[in-house]
């Protein structure tokens, strides 16, 4: 191992009971089972922007390219997500972050570029699961009281405090354990209750439309944003960080957890994008609980569940930022110590703060989701991984084999300009349309 390697591993390191070294960190590691990392993993994609999905990805593609899509988007991901978590123990050194690996293999810059990258693709994230528990909040208010005197921003600012709170009180990732049980009843309460009642609308309907609305310029513009939408969908960005807190054999044990999310995991988001579009047509919500009929305390359960399994969801996100910050500054010991708890209230109260500003400012969840899969996902996800991937096992890659990744990272690169233009493009038109701090 090189000078270079040896510092964007970690600047101390805790040799592992085999042969891997283990970068410090202020977090736990190897502690969690396959199936508590399988359920992190199925969280981040089961989170309330599956309700977003039969208006952001559906209307824009159709049936026919909405349904093929998503099955290629989820394979896709599938395979780019296997070949980082096969570079985890790359080296002789188990690579926790994202950058870590990155530095290890190309050196200084790639590691300061994956950071930033990966901090603009969680920073938007956490920005769009602040909006979406806004949204949730006010369905559930105007179902009771539609007065007009609690705006969007009002109960995003609500959001932002609520995850600030949870964010303090959850030291490290690996805490989240019996929370991981509560996301799931919450995601099943929504999810169910979206499928349902929109099930219910469609068998009542009259005929509606599944004509992609626009112009032709236009829905070229839309549908490389739903593209984008897609792969944002089952990417996290993360997973080093996420891998790093599975049990020994970490490889194996993270392919279970990947397995998982793209079989079992994925069956939830594809049920209620698929009967939300169907039922609904070309006039779905963004927000899909906003289209839905049926008893007031039936959908108010369904936005407060949503709300509720944003916050934990948005932990998740931000625990690479938390992590770093903790690790910096030598935050140890007892998460109830004074000294600790002072520190969680100032940084991650301060780094929320920021984060519920500029939710409150542009509220335009389906650009966001478009931004972010075409600055950060696409790169992080797929260009890297696959170039990675090539890089590290060159020497035991065939020539058929170098030229599919390198085919891979061409692709994908060129989708990912696309994909930014058509992102910059729709927050152009709906800045137009919409002032900031908009009451969407």
């Known amino acids: ?50 309700l977003g999905y039969s208006g952001n990805v559906m209307i824009p593609l159709g049936w026919i390219g909405g349904v093929i899509g998503l099955i290629l988007a989820t394979a896709i991901s599938l395979y780019a997500n296997a070949l980082i978590a096969k570079l985890h123990e790359y080296g002789g050194v188990r690579h926790i972050r994202y950058r870590d690996l990155a530095g290890f293999i190309y050196g200084k810059k790639a590691y300061s570029l994956t950071w930033g990258l990966q901090y603009v693709n969680l920073f938007m994230i956490n920005t769009g699961f602040i909006i979406l528990a806004g949204q949730a909040l006010k369905a559930a208010y105007v179902l ?78 839309t ?44 069956l939830p988001l594809y049920a209620v994008c698929f009967v939300g579009y169907w039922a609904y047509g070309n006039k779905t919500s963004s927000y899909l609980l906003n289209n839905v009929s049926g008893p007031i305390w039936v959908k108010a359960m369904a936005n407060i569940a949503a709300f509720l399994q944003t916050v934990i969801a948005l932990h998740i996100f931000a625990s690479p930022m938390y992590e770093y910050l903790d690790t910096k500054f030598g935050i140890k010991g007892s998460p109830l110590k004074i000294q600790n708890l002072t520190f969680r209230i100032t940084v991650r ?19 966001f989701m478009s931004l972010t899969g075409a600055i950060s ?9 696959n170039h990675m991937y090539l890089v590290a096992k060159k020497d035991k890659l065939t020539s058929a084999q170098k030229l599919w990744h390198w ?34």
């Open 223 to 266: 549908t490389i944003g739903a593209a984008a939408s897609l792969v944002f969908a089952f990417n996290t960005g993360m997973l080093p960080e996420i891998q790093a807190t599975v049990r020994k054999p970490v490889v194996e044990n993270m392919m279970k957890a990947l397995y998982f999310q793209f079989t079992a995991g994925v």
């Open 407 to 440: 085919l891979n990272v061409g692709f994908f690169a060129l989708l990912a300009v696309a994909a930014l233009v058509s992102a910059l493009r729709l927050i152009a038109v709906d800045s137009k349309t919409y002032h900031v701090f908009a009451d969407l």
């Open 1 to 50: 191992m090189d000078a270079t390697s040896e510092v964007y591993s970690g600047s101390k390191k805790l040799h592992d009971e085999e042969t891997a070294e283990i970068p410090e960190t202020a977090h736990q590691i190897s502690t969690d089972s396959w199936f508590q990392v399988g359920f992190v993993l199925t969280t981040g994609i089961n989170s309330a922007y599956v």
């Open 377 to 385: 996902t696409f790169p992080l996800t797929f260009i890297l991984a």
């Open 144 to 221: 009771f009281k539609d007065d007009h005197v609690m705006k969007l921003p009002h109960f995003i600012a609500i959001s932002g405090f609520v995850c600030a709170i949870f964010a303090i009180g959850i030291p490290h990732l690996s805490a989240l354990r019996i929370w991981l049980g509560f996301s799931t009843v919450f995601s099943l309460i929504y999810i169910v209750i979206a499928f349902v009642l929109s099930l219910q609308d469609g068998l009542q309907a009259p005929a509606r439309s599944y004509d992609i609305p626009g112009t032709k310029i236009s829905r070229i513009f």
């Open 349 to 367: 109260g301060g780094y929320l703060a920021i984060n519920t500003l500029v939710s409150a400012l542009l509220p335009f969840l389906g650009d």
